[in-house]
T-cell receptor, first 108, second 115 residues
């Protein structure tokens, strides 16, 4: 089993819709989880970190964590074409571990 | 404040050569980590340094080495380059030793092409 699994996409949503990105992980000891956005040819930029079960909201972004199900998700409300990018899910176990990323395409 | 900086931006080498990549962390950050990102994959952890000491190492061969200097900047060295070493090499800094609850911020990366 891979340490972090994400649907590679592409996930296509119309402008203004909610984009839902999902991630599952195998390390039950993990305490902290992170979402990064990476535009093509650029480096990852941190969107949000989440450490406790439940929801964490920051502007148009909401991260959801369920440690019992080993599942973390990212919701993007009112999606904009500028949100089109690859979204990387990661966690800190013994070291940082990243998933392969989900490519999101927001259609005007 | 300046973010994480890396040099060079791009690099082209031939098989068997050696390369040195450089990274300066965000001012005040003491931890630097290195990652390799192959096209279509997420970043793979190579090394973590904190206070000039290696604190973590990923599953990479001994051809990969790194060090951290007293000013917290860091170098990643790769010897005997292989075609498969072609990738984007990312440096990330964090305020303290990388651990849970400690966010990392990435530099722009160095694109290495091995011919």
């Amino acid at each position: 089993q891979k340490e972090v699994e994400q649907n590679s996409g592409p996930l296509s949503v119309p402008e203004g819709a909610i984009a839902s990105l999902n991630c599952t992980y195998s390390d039950r000891v993990s305490q902290s989880f992170f979402w990064y956005r990476q535009y093509s040819g650029k480096s990852p930029e941190l969107i949000m970190s989440i450490y406790s079960n439940g929801d964490k909201e920051d502007g148009r972004f909401t991260a959801q964590l369920n440690k019992a199900s080993q599942y973390v998700s990212l919701l993007i409300r009112d999606s904009q074409p500028s949100d089109s990018a690859t979204y990387l899910c990661g966690y800190y176990g013994q070291n940082f571990v990243f998933g392969p990323g989900t490519r999101l395409s927001v259609l005007p | 404040d300046a973010g994480v900086t890396q040099s060079p931006t791009h690099l082209i080498k031939t098989r068997g050569q050696q390369v040195t990549l450089r990274c300066s962390p965000i001012s005040g950050h003491k931890s630097v980590s290195w990652y390799q990102q192959v096209l279509g994959q997420g970043p793979q952890f190579i090394f973590q340094y904190y206070e000039k000491e290696e604190r973590g190492r990923g599953n990479f061969p001994d051809r990969f080495s790194a060090r951290q200097f007293p000013n917290y900047s860091s170098e990643l060295n790769v010897n005997a380059l292989l075609l498969g070493d072609s990738a984007l090499y990312l440096c990330a800094s964090s305020l303290q030793e990388t651990s849970s609850y400690n966010e990392q911020f990435f530099g722009p990366g160095t694109r290495l092409t091995v011919l």
